[in-house]
């Protein structure tokens, strides 16, 4: 049986009925067509699902839509404002820190809430922050400088 | 991958879970963060008719510290005692292991009770909550029992945890003056990775200078179950430290390990890490008695 949840999306709210064996990854991306949230392990392991639910970067593959009720979701679509962009994706682009694409927007969202937290973050703590996120192109390398030139107001 | 049918309990109290899981019994499976739970039920090992969430009962995320016992609620989140003052100081241990489980993304979901009621042999939070002689609190609708956290893990997956109880509390004692811990994990990769040795070690001196006056060593991923070094304690009491000391420590612990050869290593190569794991945790665990 669905059960009603409610819940902000990217500051704007949702009542929804909700499947309780739908996980949040689905909710987004099949119900809302909000497919900037990625799924490719399934399983915690790869990063490419991460949404910040209440200012936590989590996989949103292992967190049910039903838990997700009352809670606040960014996805990588809550990013841009009216002024454009957020720094860290302008950052990705010039950059050269995007190849394929689909680890970007777990990066972004691990990223910024590593930088809400700690804004001036060292490699190490930029490396840990993302360690979660995998990527197959770019090597991490332009990922983290990305990071750092965003953290250093670059 | 699909996460097979099940009906959802979400009680708001832990009376109402203990009464909900009383009634279910077998049917049911509790939900803590889910980062085990859901991934052996999308791999369709695990398929319960029910689940009970026990993610809305605020009481069982607490973590507090008073008159030298430190309470840790089941469903802590691994991030919330990584990051926690009091683990830091007095249990740098078990700040170590919450540190190091999964990833980022996965501290911020998984908890504590989570971790020690999965029971997987190289999990991270048993072996230093083992060193520090952790407790554990189980409650029912008939009540609670405490067990100590070496007697409640009992084989892969299996602990004495009955169908209708919850792991409710994890107690722990702050360790005497002149105490040092630390755990050590190796894996191929430092996220994400399931250990291939992990150590924890606990141990006090008498006295800034004295003799070692008691220690634990415990070891992971070497046995069904964490493991307790009985030799490596009779080793190191009643003896001044000092790096022969810590490495005749680590030769007896890696005697009492019983690890197996698997896709991740060879039993050798298992054994001779346990050796130098205990080595170099007892050689930082000393450093912070002495710094302490």
Partial sequence: ?154 | MLLPKFQFHEPATVEEACRILGELGEKAKTLAGGTDLFVNMKKKVLAPEHVVSLDRIESLAELGFSNGTLRIGACAKAVEIAESDVVKNDFPALQEGASKLGSPLIRNLATVGGNLVSARPAADFPPPLMAYGAKVVLRSGNGERTVALADFIEAPGQTVLAADEILESILLEKPEAHSGSAYLKLGIREALEISLVNVAVCMATEGADGPIKAARVVMGSVGPTPLISASAEKTLLGKKPSEALFLAAGEAAAMDSRPIDDFRASADYKRAMVKELTRRALARAYDRARTE
């Fill in chain 1, 1 to 154: 049986m669905k059960k009603m949840i409610c819940l902000t999306i990217n500051g704007k709210e949702y009542e929804l009925a909700a499947a309780p064996n739908m996980t949040l990854a689905d909710l987004l991306r099949e119900e809302l067509l909000l497919t900037g949230t990625k799924k490719g392990c399934e399983l915690g392991d790869c990063g490419t699902c991460t949404v910040i639910m209440n200012g936590k970067a989590v996989n949103s593959c292992l967190v049910l839509a039903v838990q997700a009720s009352g809670k606040e979701i960014t996805t990588v679509e809550g990013l841009e404002t009216d002024e454009g962009l957020h720094p860290l994706q302008e950052k990705f682009i010039e950059n050269g820190a995007i190849q394929c694409g689909f680890c970007t927007s777990g990066m972004l969202l691990s990223a910024k809430t590593l930088l809400d937290k700690n804004p001036k973050p060292d490699e190490l703590e930029i490396r840990t922050a993302i360690s979660g996120n995998l990527c197959r192109c770019t090597g991490y390398q332009k990922i983290v400088e990305s990071i750092k030139d965003v953290s250093e107001g670059r």
